[in-house]
């Protein structure tokens, strides 16, 4: 913990009792986070518990093998993040700067290839909208009653809004690192700050990992 | 250059990423496997390990203070009851 070369503000006893209150505050924000998702995997739960067929017969239309190494890539991410956070407490710069650096390339590619599935979808009219259209035939899955398509409807709602929440947090993310790489790049002491930015970027990680399965791999097995 | 200390730190951040990638291709594996309803139970308990591997160790609440880990603890209690909830509703409907 890089609490020895730390300005303290005048509101704090010591180094340490800052450091904790930054960590305790961030947890706090994080949980609201928790709650902010765990409405929409509610909304999931009890959907995909009404409508499982549709759920499943959506689900094979995501593109697993993207969402697998989008998967890794994240998972990455979040190993340069912790090594971007070790570097700073250590005070190494130009390992602080190139585990930041890596850590965006990382991000900008997960969210350079969602955007290639989020184009597939399009051109397959599964966007849910005017245009949205499934065509039992080719797709497989049930029939195409009204009420069915409806539901599948439901599933692809459900999966952009969810990963699309999620990427705009990885968004968010993004800018908060390019902030912190040109403040390293400066020489400035931004251990905490690092610190806070990496505890978000694995919260995001952890969005994402339990999505993965509850989106890409259900029914696959049918 | 390097001090003990902080090859072995990078040595744990390695090992997890590498258990989180072992996780991700056997949730993945699972997922053609017919466990007769028992799926969604296995890749939501191998989703939780993962996410327990990050909490731990990349996020450091494995030496993280009692009021870190009971703040999560809260976390995960809240979002137990609005699930939970929500679902004892809709899982008996068709009583």
Redesign the interface.
């Known amino acids: 913990m890089a609490t020895t070369d730390v300005t303290v503000a005048s509101h704090f006893a010591d180094a340490r009792q800052q450091h904790d209150s930054a960590t305790f505050g961030m947890w706090l924000f994080l949980l609201t986070e928790v709650m902010l998702f765990g409405g929409l995997f509610t909304v999931y739960a009890s959907y995909r518990w009404s409508y499982p067929d549709s759920f499943m017969a959506g689900s094979h239309h995501l593109d697993l093998w993207l969402g697998t190494v989008n998967t890794a890539v994240l998972i990455g991410s979040s190993l340069t993040m912790a090594m971007a956070q070790q570097a700073a407490t250590r005070a190494a710069r130009r390992g602080l700067v190139m585990f930041l650096s890596m850590t965006v390339l990382l991000g900008g590619l997960f969210l350079g290839i969602k955007s290639v599935e989020y184009a597939h979808k399009f051109q397959e009219h599964l966007v849910p909208g005017a245009s949205f259209a499934w065509h039992a035939d080719e797709n497989g899955g049930p029939a195409q009653a009204d009420t069915a398509v409806q539901q599948l409807e439901l599933f692809f709602g459900l999966y952009f809004v969810m990963t699309g929440l999620h990427a705009f947090h990885m968004v968010l993310g993004l800018g908060v690192l390019l902030v912190l790489v040109a403040a390293a790049l400066r020489g400035s002491r931004i251990a905490t700050p690092v610190e806070m930015t990496a505890l978000y970027w694995h919260f995001v990680d952890i969005v994402w990992i339990f999505l993965f399965p509850l989106l890409y791999l259900i029914g696959r097995h049918g | 250059m390097i001090s003990g200390s902080?090859a072995s730190?990078?040595t744990g951040?390695?090992c997890?990423?590498a258990g989180?990638?072992v996780l991700?291709a056997l949730?993945?594996s699972v997922?053609?496997?017919?466990?007769g309803g028992l799926?969604?139970t296995v890749?939501?308990l191998?989703?939780s390990g993962?996410?327990w591997l990050?909490?731990a160790?990349?996020?450091h609440v494995r030496h993280?203070?009692a009021?870190?880990k009971s703040?999560?603890t809260?976390?995960c209690a809240?979002?137990a009851i609005?699930?939970g909830l929500?679902?004892s509703d809709?899982?008996t409907r068709s009583w």
């Open positions: 902080h730190a990078t951040y390695v997890v990423f989180l990638l991700t949730t993945v997922a053609f496997v017919d466990l799926n969604n890749a939501l191998i989703a993962k996410a990050v909490v160790f990349f996020m993280g203070s009021l870190v703040t999560i809260a976390g809240w979002l609005l699930i929500t679902m809709f899982l």
